[in-house]
């Protein structure tokens, strides 16, 4: 298996940013989402939805910068629909992080609710400290945004969250990865091939409701 040096210092740098918009007044939720689109200023983007927690070796918050006509984008999508003076939220947080043995790596949670922003954002937070508890990290650095809709009468609205990832296409896979942790991904040897070709775990599986492994999530502190 190929894995990447650790370094950090040779870990290539992936920009990305936060953004997000609202659109109140679409005829359908597809026109409703192409306004709200526009508005963050990927409407002539071709958009990749990536879907995970993990965020590639080297992520890196930087201002947004406008994007080419026709560039393939990842991004870290949320989206709340609304209809008819209700109200939806949506909302991405993102954390550099630190694992037990001193790596860094960076980590992505989102969230689409009908509450208000208020509440999303509580609920956001939440998300991202059940997600660092999962994978025992420490925060290092973090940043959040929600925004809130209310659509108009008779008509859809949307608000979209998005973590945009402009350049990390043109990555390769082994510049971008970094060790394999011990005790939280299988790897093929893990995989019981004799059973009539069915792949079968040789490790139990859990039962029960997960076990957090940093305790309580009021543990784990978002002050920097």
Do not use: Y
């Not at 922003?117 to 997600?131: F, G, I, P, V």
């Not at 108009?152 to 945009?164: K, N, P, R």
């Not at 971008?176 to 991904?185: A, C, D, E, N, P």
């Amino acid at each position: 298996m190929l894995q990447a040096d650790t370094g950090r210092d040779e870990v290539p740098a992936c920009p990305g940013w936060l953004m997000t918009s609202v659109s109140s007044w679409g005829e359908n939720e597809e026109d409703a989402f192409d306004q709200g689109l526009v508005e963050l200023g990927l409407g002539d983007a071709r958009l990749i939805r990536v879907e995970g927690a993990m965020l590639p070796m080297g992520f890196e918050a930087v201002a947004p910068e406008p994007l080419g006509m026709g560039i393939l984008v990842e991004c870290h999508l949320a989206i709340a629909h609304a209809w008819d003076g209700k109200h939806a939220s949506a909302g991405v947080a993102w954390a550099n992080c630190k694992t037990p043995e001193g790596d860094e790596c960076g980590i992505v949670a989102t969230l689409s609710t009908e509450e208000d922003a208020e509440e999303t954002e509580m609920l956001l937070r939440r998300n991202l400290q059940r997600k660092l508890a999962s994978r025992d990290l420490e925060v290092i650095t973090f940043d959040i945004a929600v925004d809130e809709v209310t659509a108009g009468q008779g008509h859809h609205g949307v608000a979209i969250a998005a973590l945009i990832l402009p350049e990390t296409m043109v990555f390769q896979q082994t510049q971008s990865i970094g060790r394999v942790r011990g005790g939280l991904t299988r790897s093929a040897s893990d995989v019981d091939m004799s059973g009539g070709g069915s792949a079968v775990s040789s490790a139990p599986k859990p039962s029960g409701p997960r076990r957090d492994t940093k305790g309580d999530d009021d543990s784990i502190s978002f002050d920097l």
